[in-house]
């Protein structure tokens, strides 16, 4: 069993910045992959930012390319977003998710294939 704890969301203006961290424990398995995903109201849960274990390959959705970033220290068993240049439509829970992977190498995109999941942290841009 893996525990992820977010931590990190906040009140920002737009344009502004938020470092959002996820911590995780309990690890049972060699090599997870992990992903960031957030949640507005009334919303499906959608995919911001996935990284492998080795930290080597990563990827973003669409709109966030170019402000985000994933990274991750495997000797904090810590995995980061930062987030540059936030808008008000990006407020949401974000949620930190990781997936057991057989590889450094494999990366998801799928919300679907993730086996443990954070709490969420909320992130409200203002405008």
């Known amino acids: 069993q893996v525990q992820l704890v977010e931590s990190g969301g906040g009140l920002v203006q737009a344009g502004g910045s938020l470092r959002l961290s996820c911590a995780a424990s309990?690890?049972?398995?060699?090599?997870?992959?992990m992903g960031w995903f957030r949640q507005a109201p009334g919303k499906e849960r959608d995919l911001v930012a996935a990284i492998s274990w080795g930290g080597v390959i990563a990827d973003y959705a669409g709109s966030v390319k170019g402000r985000f970033t994933i990274s991750r220290d495997n000797a904090k068993n810590t995995v980061y977003l930062q987030m540059n240049s936030l808008k008000p439509e990006e407020t949401a829970v974000y949620y930190c998710?990781?997936?057991?992977?057989?590889?450094?190498?494999?990366?998801?995109?799928?919300?679907?294939?993730?086996?443990?999941w954070g709490q969420g942290t909320q992130v409200t841009v203002s405008s």
């Open positions: 309990g690890r049972t398995a060699s090599y997870y992959a």
């Open positions: 998710a990781a997936k057991s992977a057989g590889s450094i190498w494999y990366i998801s995109t799928d919300k679907n294939e993730y086996d443990y």
